[in-house]
């Protein structure tokens, strides 16, 4: 997490020094060599800084200080043979030498911050100078040679060997399914209650329901810490449950007997008898003289062969006379 910080901070401080400074020497008609020289000198040090956060920034910020320091001798070389060098931001020879010496200055900086690493040329150096160096030895007493011959036996202890841990073996569990009801009607709610024998948690189990050629999973559990675990199911139609417990490391695949819920569809309700009402217009008299022919004057309303047309006054009697 620091080093990503570093390298966050670091590199936005080395990118705004770097546009900054590429940014002032773009504009440098637009500013005193006075002026440009603090801004990019500003902005040199705003890089520096940022190139010394990063990660191993140290060697970067070395190199980059090298190149810069070569840089600005070449150019005051530059300025010095010329007399003067507007472009460069040195007007006079005076401030050529003064890059000139900061330039120097640059490179002895970038050398001191590069992290001192013992390369190997040093040590092969440093080898040839001991060997080279020959060490006082009296010739007059010559040097006895040993030789030591040391013969390995591998004995039985010296090795030890590896004896596997044989796994324990899977226990079967059996699990059993209870329903709280097994005759219902259509809609009601039933919950099937698993038990393992022996009782063991943490065993996970799938509920199954028969449909068709087929057996098809509508809920999953795990047994709690007594073995047991509960499913509810909504009873639409009969059908035939199962529970399954998935093989573990410790258990066996298992499955249960088969448990049946019968639905039973409700009863219809009774039938509603609606005696027809009597129809009125079963006869009909064109006129009260057709009534009184058939029989059937006075017409009262609500007797066959009334009709508003018999009954003038509209009291409820036509043909009256």
Known sequence: MLDLLRYVVGGLLAATGLLAGLGFW????????????????????????????????????????????????????????????????????????????????TVAVGGAVLPAEESIEGVGQEALASAATPSPTPSAVPTPTVTVTVTATPTASSTPSATPTAEPAPTTVDLAVSASATTVTSGRRV????????????????????????????????????????????AERTARYRVVASGTQSTRRATSDVTAITVNEPEPPPAVIVEPEPDSGSAYFDNCDDARAAGAAPVHRGDPGYGSHLDRDDDGVGCES
């Open 26 to 105: 773009l504009d440098r008609g637009k500013h005193s060599p006075r002026e440009l020289r603090a801004s990019l000198i500003g902005s040199f040090v705003v890089l520096v800084i940022g190139l010394l956060i990063l990660p191993h920034g140290r060697s970067i910020t070395g190199f980059v200080l090298g190149l810069a320091g070569l840089g600005l001798f070449v150019a005051a070389l530059w300025a010095l043979a010329r007399g003067s060098s507007r472009g460069l931001g040195m007007a006079s020879r005076r401030g050529a030498a003064g890059v000139l010496v900061l330039g120097f200055l």
């Open 191 to 234: 919950e099937l209650s698993v038990s393992t024998s022996p009782r063991t948690a943490g065993v996970p189990v799938v509920l199954q329901v028969r449909r068709g050629v087929s057996w098809q999973s509508v809920g999953r559990a795990s047994t709690g810490a007594r073995g047991r675990a509960a499913f509810e199911v909504t």
